[in-house]
Structure formats: C-alpha cells, structure tokens
C-alpha cells in the first residue's frame, strides 16, 4: 500500500491544522494506523494511533488534549486534528499503517510508511 500524508505548512502558534493520509493499493481498513514525527536532529516519536475500527484512540503525552486523530469513511484514509500547535510541534509528519489491527504507539510494530508533510510552527 503506498500512503501520502499532506495537509502540512507554515503556521502560528496557538493555529491549527488538520493532516491528511491517503493510501492507495492493498487496503489497510483491518490495520491500526498512526501519525508519527521527526524534527530536525531527533529521532522519530510517536504522536498518535488508531485501532482498525476508529477505537481507542492513543496520543503521545506532548499532544494530548491538542490533537485528535480519526479514520475516514473512505478506505486508507486518517485525519489528524491539530489544535493549538506550538513551536515544538515543529517537525515532519508521517502516517503508516500497522502490521496488526491495535493502536500501537512503537515505530517496530509499522510496516508501511507514507512521505512526509511538513508542519512549522513559528512563536
């Protein structure tokens, strides 16, 4: 399956914005799915995750209560809500697609990766 994230730009803090992933090829609706992000010089952290069915819901400690991740109608899709983004939101964002149909939060337990879109948030 081949994942496009989009959505990504150059915002203010305190703005908001709402990241796009759509894939295409080998459907994904029985996987769990997930954002994740890099900033420059830093490893790649989790952000948030979603189960198969749009259940239970995992967000890393840094975006909770800001950011909302949810799973389209359509198949392949995910959105993630962004809300008050802060400087240190900073970073590339990735989505992909989980070998498993849970809601994993570790960068090991996903197979399939999208390209990135770029999120900057200046103060």
């Known amino acids: 399956v081949q994942l496009q994230a989009s959505g990504g730009g150059l915002v203010q803090a305190g703005d908001s914005l709402r990241l796009s992933c759509a894939g295409s090829g080998r459907t994904v609706t029985n996987n769990g799915m997930g954002w994740f992000r890099q900033a420059p010089g830093k490893v790649r952290e989790f952000v948030a995750s979603?189960?198969?069915?749009?259940?239970?819901?995992r967000y890393a400690e840094s975006v909770e209560g800001r950011f909302t991740i949810s799973r389209g109608y359509a198949a392949n899709t995910m959105y993630l809500q962004m809300n008050n983004l802060k400087p240190e939101d900073t970073a590339v964002y990735y989505c992909a697609a989980a070998r498993g149909a849970a809601a994993s939060t570790t960068t090991s337990s996903y197979h399939y990766w999208g390209q990135g879109t770029e999120v900057t948030v200046s103060s």
């Open positions: 979603i189960s198969w069915n749009g259940g239970t819901p």
